[in-house]
């Protein structure tokens, strides 16, 4: 779905695009636990589709501030410093390459407008302010769809809280694909492992015995995340370097004691041949 709604649209030539009135999308979601992969995802995607620009990664709690209407401020400046990237790059309107902007956290930037309390009236005037400036970016893509060079904007939102967002955000138009990014499966459990034990198996420090507890893993760790994973085999690596830092002090010492056996045996020698010639 990423290809077909997302990339290809914002790829294809703008020729095939108009003939057949498709508008890329400005906004996506990728929702799922944590530890899934979304951020990584979001900035494979981003350079997929604009490999000549970096995309512009924020958290949502960077852009709450303490005073009132810091917040509406900060999400104006987001959407304006696309304006901005636009004139600079030279063209009317602005470039042709896209502007990706990864918004992580959004749930805490983007929460429901229907909460009780004394901050409801703070959330939702950050919400509404969301909300027009990422339908402007919407009406842009749209001219440059009908065939009028302008500039484009990808807004990639992350969140592990679907359901706190407000509901206004999810309508097509806005945050219109929406993809969820489940826990592993034992295939993709067992590809994460490979991941990260590949250099292990290149130098070789991956005994065959190791490589049939890896499978075993994979099978075994149900429900566990990419990020579970990862730190499994942090552990484990940890662990591995103990005992080898072990083995080598233990050799070491052994080695030692060696020679100076040796040494001893060495000097005895010595003094009983003294003795003997005198």
């Not at 620009?53 to 303490?66: F, T």
């Not at 490589?211 to 552990?235: F, P, T």
């Amino acid at each position: 779905e990423l290809d077909t709604r997302v990339w290809l649209p914002h790829v294809a030539p703008a020729a095939a695009a108009t003939r057949l009135d498709v508008t890329p999308p400005v906004g996506v979601l990728l929702y799922g636990p944590p530890g899934c992969g979304k951020s990584h995802l979001a900035v494979a995607l981003a350079h997929a589709i604009s490999p000549s620009r970096s995309p512009k990664i924020v958290k949502g709690p960077e852009l709450k501030g303490a005073l009132w209407g810091q917040d509406e401020h900060a999400v104006r400046d987001l959407f304006e410093e696309e304006d901005e990237v636009g004139r600079m790059d030279g063209v009317e309107g602005g470039a042709e390459a896209v502007r990706v902007v990864i918004l992580d956290e959004a749930e805490s930037l983007l929460s429901s407008r229907e909460l009780n309390g004394s901050s409801a009236k703070h959330y939702n005037s950050t919400v509404t302010q969301f909300l027009a400036c990422l339908d402007g970016a919407a009406e842009r893509q749209a001219e440059r769809a009908a065939g009028r060079p302008t500039r484009r904007l990808l807004l990639l939102a992350l969140t592990n809280r679907r359901e706190m967002l407000d509901a206004a955000l999810l309508r097509p138009g806005r945050l219109e694909v929406q993809i969820e990014l489940p826990l592993p499966d034992e295939a993709g459990r067992t590809a994460i492992l490979q991941l990260h034990t590949a250099r292990l198996e290149q130098s070789g420090a991956l005994e065959p015995a190791a490589l049939a507890d890896r499978a075993m893993l994979a099978r075994s760790s149900v429900g566990l995340s990419g990020a579970d994973l990862l730190g499994v085999v942090r552990e484990a690596k940890s662990a591995a370097l103990r005992r080898f830092c072990e083995a080598a002090e233990l050799a070491s010492a052994s080695a030692s004691a060696s020679a100076s056996a040796s040494a001893s045996a060495s000097t005895s020698a010595s003094a009983s041949a003294s003795a003997s010639t005198s």
